[in-house]
């Protein structure tokens, strides 16, 4: 083996590295030999000529992290270069949270107009083929695995009412779910507090979920709650792995709010009882005490149903306004929710890093009454951070061998189109490091091969990736160098933008996109297609 690793001219050598195989086995020492967009090699590649050959000393190389929550979809193709990805090592993601690509239609193009015009994005596609496409068109950074969102089917048969599917608009929900799988789509997913699929009862989820099973996809949700009815919640998704034969992936797995800290240990021993029971449930995390999603999110469900133009409709009529208000003061705690971003330059401007109670005092308006007043300034746009989460959940979360990384943010960058829309949530920029560095190496919460493992072949394992997730001959050169002793995230709530520290590599497909702590011009992902 030797005599042939010698013979061969490799494209690139990593050298000398302690290999981090992502199976969470003990690190080793070896060199990595790439070849194209293939890992040829694993072994003493001293002898061996390659193009060029990085020399690592005690740098670590692990398989790139694969992002189970990735939001991408649009977003790369607005900056393809996908940096805080990049960056924190992230190689590959999955997206559609219940909303995805596709299928795409007119009334969809019109609940993203807001977005779709602030950063000049032409929606030119109507289905996952026509998406995917665009995506190469685009020279993403990162590789993109797609799920067909269960809410974007509903909104293309039924539109954004609540209203539920006959049995003939039921089958055409479920073609068109077939549609995007045979095009490429991984299974079919759910964002069940997010309208128009909050909207959608358990046995159309069940009927949607069949049709994916029948391509060998999976279930993955945002579950229906995650505070006070989470056993509810759980429940659903576990009577969906039942009837519809199908593996079910929980998204950013959480126990939020105050009055329900402390149930993490119950809601990990529930999955774990299902997983005992036979049913495939795993779930994901990002490392951190908050949420984040739209400040609209706090409006009653009636309230946003119909699209936006409805709710901004029923904020103006002062009956409903009124009523809308009352709702969401009964469950509000405006020092928990923090401004991340806004659409509206004026909003950005005065509100955007601050807390939902201060904007109220700069407003001179009860909490409630600003919450909503703010989502009519931007047109339901303003993006937030909810502190709905304890440490020690998260802790207990963490540690759990079945949960791996979702970062629930797509790639953006410190510069560029997306750099003037105001704060983001440090997830976005620091939950792979974050992992590594604060819980495995600071905090002890598990090994740092076992922290890899989670981000590389516990998710590469549930998205079927036979080719992915382990340091190993054949598999696809998809790597991170990084040291062991200084990686860390620097991104903060109060200054989010920041890129971590400690990772000098990245390879993807076998280019080097991060060389020694420099972006190259590289952008070599490729939409990843399932195979049924």
């Known amino acids: 083996m030797i005599a042939l690793f010698c013979a061969a001219i490799f494209d690139l050598i990593l050298s000398g590295g302690r290999i981090i195989d992502g199976t969470g086995a003990p690190w080793f020492r070896a060199d990595v030999g790439i070849r194209g967009d293939t890992i040829a090699a694993v072994g003493d590649l001293s002898k061996a000529k390659a193009r060029r050959r990085i020399d690592l000393h005690d740098l670590a190389v692990s398989p790139g992290f694969i992002d189970l929550l990735g939001q991408s979809e649009r977003t790369a193709l607005v900056d393809p270069r996908e940096e805080s990805k990049v960056r924190q090592g992230i190689t590959t993601e999955l997206t559609g949270e219940g909303i995805s690509p596709a299928p795409m239609n007119a ?36 590789n993109e695995a797609v799920l067909v969102g269960a809410g974007q089917v509903r909104g293309v048969v039924l539109g954004m009412s609540d209203v539920q599917p006959t049995a003939k608009q039921l089958v055409r929900m479920q073609k068109l779910v077939e549609a995007a799988m045979k095009e490429g789509a991984f299974g079919v997913s759910t964002g069940l507090i997010y309208t128009p699929g909050s909207f959608a ?33 759980l429940d659903e998704a576990f009577t969906i792995a039942r009837e519809a034969r199908i593996p079910v992936e929980v998204w950013h797995l959480k126990v939020g709010g105050r009055a329900n800290w402390g149930r993490m240990t119950e809601v990990v021993g529930r999955i774990d009882a299902a997983r005992a029971a036979g049913l495939d449930v795993t779930a994901n995390m990002y490392p951190y005490i908050a949420s984040a999603n739209k400040l609209v999110s706090s409006l009653p469900d009636w309230a946003n149903e119909g699209g936006i133009d409805a709710t901004m409709d029923r904020i103006r009529d002062e009956a409903q306004r009124d009523r809308i208000i009352k709702e969401v003061a009964e469950d509000l705690h405006p020092e928990d929710i923090l401004l991340l971003s806004a659409l509206d ?25 600003a919450l909503v007043e703010l989502v009519a300034m931007d047109h339901g ?35 560029g189109p997306f750099a003037g829309q105001g704060a983001a949530h440090p997830r976005c920029f620091g939950s792979a490091p974050r992992i590594l560095g604060h819980y495995a190496r600071d905090g002890k919460l598990f090994s740092v091969e076992e922290a890899v493992r989670k981000m590389t072949s516990l998710p590469a394992r549930r998205l079927g990736l036979q080719d992915r997730g382990q340091v190993h001959r054949g598999f696809k050169a998809d790597l991170v160098v990084f040291d062991p002793a200084t990686l860390r995230d620097t991104a903060t709530f109060e200054k989010p933008q920041q890129y971590p520290e400690g990772i000098p590599y990245v390879v993807i497909n076998g280019k080097l996109v991060l060389d020694n702590g420099k972006r190259t011009r590289e952008r070599p992902g490729r939409p990843l297609l399932h195979s049924p």
């Open 201 to 233: 009862k358990t046995p159309e989820l069940i009927a949607l979920a069949k049709a994916a099973a029948r391509h060998h996809g999976f279930y993955a949700t945002h579950l229906r709650s995650e505070g006070k009815k989470i056993d509810d919640a």
């Open 107 to 142: 009334a969809w193009k019109h609940e993203l107009r807001d977005w779709v015009r602030r950063y000049k994005l032409k929606i030119d596609w109507t289905s996952l083929s026509g998406y995917f496409r665009r995506l190469r068109k685009a020279r993403p950074s990162i």
């Open 381 to 415: 746009n303003i993006g937030v951070a909810r502190f709905g989460m304890s440490e020690d959940d998260v802790r207990v979360g963490l540690s759990t061998p079945w949960v791996a990384m979702g970062t629930d943010c797509g790639g953006i960058a410190i510069d």
């Open 345 to 369: 330059p004026v909003v950005r401007e005065k509100y955007v890093g601050k807390r939902l109670d201060e904007a109220a005092r700069i407003l001179g308006k009860p909490p409630a009454e």
